[in-house]
């Protein structure tokens, strides 16, 4: 067995009487001895050690009653007041639990030493196997079954682990999985709440829910923890990651997980579809208990339908939405939908002071074609020309809108009997593009046959290579992908786009060094490409190299003062730099911008209370 780098090896759970005994169980830690092999606590002879954590170490021992290998936890002499009352409140929370799938627990006992002797697994955290070994995704989905049970077994209990991760479940030979350490566990009993609920931060940051970060943990915390665990299973990567711990904070608090088949293709549309649902922000948004979960994946198994929908949230298509970089062309062919969208790209325009020429010039022609269509009395032949950034740029605006289905609705009306128009031809390529944005899968590959078409028709149309691309990665189908836009650079080596568009992928599978050599072409092709000098400040933070980072940042937002998202970056850069008050207004400015999240506002208040006031 491979104890690796265990902490807090214990469950806290209380009995009031055991809790009233903790000073005479500790009058004598302060004078022991280190343990050595041979040594004896009661019937178990010290073997060797397994681990070491906050609260004390695990030693392999010999039961010489029962015949049998031993995992014996004993207390640090210098363990804090604290850890020494969770300590003794673990013995009666794992004598409560008893499940295959948890770590058994068979006495407690206090010479020479306060210490517990616990089940020996012979196998491998799942840590390891999740680095070491890859695991297949039924195999992935027979754990998350066993270990859901585990836990709806200790909620019947009224016991919270509060520090589920992969590091904490061990796994046999026979591939059981085995929950261990309930050392931060909570007992919801009242003498317990007084210790749990001192509004202490307790559980390891990278698998911790936003209300776990505040000290309110409840049993959707645990289901969170459970979603961290299949994320990183999933990718071979923490839900969020970073070198410093209120940047750690401030992502779990205000971030929304990037999906996890951007950085593996093969996962599965509804498996991960249940693990961003168990990673929701609000605690009501996952799923009820463990009970329910264990049914979802049990339904995933059988494929019988599940609860958890496929990009059909609010956060995950804002996410998309704000990710998505691509330039794209929306033409509109019926007067009454046309009248709709000018009027509203036009709100967008009327206020804003600041917009290009770029969208002036297609403000202008779209006017233009609206007189001719009025003078004409006609519904078809004509071209509106907007890009998908103008778009965005309105979205901005008013978010809302682009959401709203009566809007997007007669749209996709009009796409759906594009082949019976007379203008078929342009609107295969306004049909490619606006299905390419929807999140439903047949609507992705009804674009993707679109601009087989326009592509057939017009092999040298750099942007049709560009926009199947974009449909072809979010289908999580990379290489065909890269393969249209190699095309596109052969077409034209000089455009920016492509580079960058390619960046983005190679950055989404860890391929820093690659994406880096990108994203600085795309700067030398283009020196004022902002989503360039955005996407390559992204990668510096990944790279650590955070200087550069804000150098890129910087360079961003003077050419394009309204990116939200790099202002909350910077933010962040300058939070991780103590330059608080550079971070304060960074947020702010990207609250102004239209970013509406409450935890944003969180975040601001933290930082206005670790900001001194300025003496008048």
Not at 80 to 86: A, D, I, L, T, V
Not at 339 to 344: D, E, K
Request: charged share 30%; glycine share 4%.
């Amino acid at each position: 067995m491979d104890y690796h780098n265990r902490e807090n090896v214990t469950a806290a759970d209380s009995r009031a009487e055991t809790t009233k005994k903790h000073s005479e169980f500790f009058d004598h830690l302060r004078t022991q001895s280190p343990i050595v092999k041979g040594q004896t606590f009661g019937r178990y002879h010290i073997e060797r050690p397994l681990g070491r954590g906050g609260m004390g170490v695990v030693y392999k021992a010999y039961d010489t009653k029962l015949k049998i290998p031993v995992a014996l936890k004993v207390i640090a002499n210098q363990a804090s007041h604290q850890n020494q009352k969770r300590f003794l409140l673990e013995a009666a929370a794992t004598a409560r639990l008893d499940h295959p799938n948890i770590v058994r627990f068979y006495e407690v006992g206090e010479k020479p030493q306060p210490y517990i002797a616990m089940e020996y697994i012979e196998g491998w955290t799942l840590q390891q196997l999740i680095h070491e070994r890859r695991l297949k995704e039924t195999h992935i989905i027979d754990l998350m079954i066993k270990i859901c049970e585990a836990l709806q077994h200790a909620h019947k209990k009224n016991i919270l682990h509060r520090d589920i991760k992969p590091a904490n479940i061990m796994v046999t030979a026979q591939g059981q999985p085995k929950i261990m350490d309930f050392g931060l566990a909570k007992v919801r009993d009242e003498d317990v709440e007084k210790l749990s609920q001192s509004g202490q931060m307790l559980g390891t940051l990278l698998y911790m829910s936003p209300e776990q970060i505040e000290g309110k943990a409840t049993i959707q915390s645990d289901i969170y923890s459970i979603g961290a665990t299949l994320y990183e299973a999933l990718t071979l990567r923490p839900v969020f990651q970073g070198a410093h711990y209120v940047n750690i904070v401030c992502q779990i608090v205000d971030k929304y997980p990037v999906p996890p088949h951007e950085f593996n293709e093969k996962v599965s549309a509804y498996l991960e579809a249940i693990c961003l649902k168990c990673l929701e922000k609000k605690p009501q948004k996952r799923y009820n208990d463990f009970r329910q979960l264990t049914k979802e994946f049990r339904n995933l198994q059988q494929q019988r339908p599940i609860l958890a929908k496929r990009y059909t949230k609010l956060d995950a298509a804002r996410y998309f939405f704000l990710k998505n970089k691509i330039l794209t062309l929306a033409v509109i062919s019926v007067f009454s939908i046309l009248l709709v969208a000018v009027t509203f790209i036009t709100h967008a325009w009327q206020q804003a002071q600041d917009l290009n020429v770029l969208l002036m010039q297609e403000k202008k022609k779209t006017e233009e074609n609206l007189v001719k269509l009025k003078q004409e009395q006609q519904q078809s032949q004509v071209l509106v020309n907007a890009s998908l950034k103008s778009l965005k740029y309105a979205a901005k605006k008013s978010p809302r809108l682009i959401q709203d289905k009566k809007f997007v609705q007669p749209f996709i009306k009009v796409f759906q009997q594009a082949d019976r128009l007379k203008t078929a031809k342009e609107l295969r390529w306004l049909r490619g593009a606006i299905f390419g944005q929807s999140n439903k899968r047949r609507y992705l590959e009804e674009s993707i046959k679109d601009y087989n078409h326009v592509i057939a028709d017009s092999p040298e149309d750099v942007l049709g290579y560009i926009n199947r691309a974009n449909t072809y990665r979010k289908l999580g189908k990379n290489e065909e992908a890269l393969k249209d836009i190699a095309k596109a650079m052969q077409i034209d080596p000089k455009r920016a786009e492509p580079y960058v568009f390619r960046a983005n992928i190679y950055h989404r599978q860890g391929k820093l060094n690659e994406a880096l050599r990108d994203y600085s072409v795309a700067i030398e092709l283009n020196p004022s490409y902002v989503d360039a000098y955005a996407g390559r400040g992204r990668l510096y933070i990944d790279k650590k190299m955070y200087h550069e980072a804000l150098v890129d940042h910087d360079k961003a937002l003077a050419l394009e003062p309204n990116l939200a998202k790099a202002y909350v970056n910077r933010g962040r850069l300058h939070m991780m730099k103590s330059n608080f008050r550079q971070a304060l207004k960074d947020f702010g400015d990207a609250k102004a911008l239209g970013v509406k999240d409450a935890n944003l506002d969180t975040t601001i208040a933290r930082l206005r209370m670790l900001i001194p006031k300025r003496k008048k």
